[in-house]
């Protein structure tokens, strides 16, 4: 039980639920950026959430 546990609070999980949060505040109106800052986090958030499900695990990058 505990080494699932250890397997789910790893870099890209942290990373993935803190940038999902945000943009979450940010859709719903809690915090609102200018529109390029909006544009480039939306831009980013794509670009690391992709990254991260189509990346292989044995791959060398």
């Known amino acids: 039980m505990i080494g ?3 397997k789910l609070i790893d ?3 942290i990373v993935t639920l803190t940038m999902t949060l945000a ?3 940010m859709l ?3 915090f609102n950026p200018t529109t390029e800052v909006f544009a480039l986090f939306a831009t980013s958030y794509g670009s690391v959430i992709t990254h991260f499900f189509v990346k292989k695990k044995d791959s060398e990058v």
């Open 4 to 6: 699932k546990i250890a």
């Open 11 to 13: 870099v890209k999980s």
């Open 23 to 25: 943009m979450v505040l």
């Open 28 to 30: 719903t109106g809690v």
